[in-house]
């Protein structure tokens, strides 16, 4: 791995292959992110490694282990599985202590990309009705005022069991 950017081998690629995507992420640093790096940090510091010094076993720039402890840069699951094997420790430990840190900023994101659940029951709604639906339509006209019939008596029964 070089210390240039993953995925761009030469300056001017760098162009091409994000011109497809957005560009460079306008996302923020998440809680977990910092955490991540912190550990990193600490676990960095314990162990009496330089910067420098990580960041020639992991081939990446100075800056880079910089990026990562901040949490600016996010740190992908093999390099922690990579950082874990360098320091000896658990890939967990890396989120130890987590949940008290993120739990009340992931739970606000979760909630924000929840679906609408009245509109997923709407949509499982409708796809039952259409189901049975088609069902109806396939039976014959003696049947089909039988199971009329039959949801007649069962709504009498749910009504009167109700009060």
């Known amino acids: 791995?070089?210390?240039?950017?993953?995925?761009?081998?030469?300056?001017?690629?760098?162009?091409?292959?994000?011109?497809?995507?957005?560009?460079?992420?306008?996302?923020?640093?998440?809680a977990v992110d910092k955490h991540v790096g912190k550990r990193l940090r600490l676990l960095r510091q314990i162990n009496e490694v330089s910067l420098e010094k990580l960041a020639d076993v992991v081939d990446v720039a100075p800056q880079q282990i910089q990026k990562y402890e901040i949490g600016e840069t996010r740190i992908s699951a093999s390099r922690i599985f990579e950082l874990s094997k360098i320091f000896c420790v658990p890939v967990a430990w890396f989120y130890h202590d987590l949940e008290a840190t993120t739990s009340a900023e992931m739970d606000a994101r979760i909630e924000r990309r929840r679906p609408n659940v009245d509109a997923v029951d709407r949509i499982a709604e409708a796809s039952r009705e259409a189901l049975l639906m088609g069902y109806y339509a396939q039976l014959l006209p003696e049947m089909q005022q039988k199971l009329v019939d039959f949801a007649r008596m069962l709504s009498e029964v749910c009504a009167s069991q109700s009060k």
């Open 1 to 30: 791995m070089s210390r240039s950017e993953p995925g761009a081998a030469h300056p001017g690629e760098a162009c091409r292959v994000r011109s497809g995507h957005r560009g460079v992420s306008p996302r923020k640093p998440t």
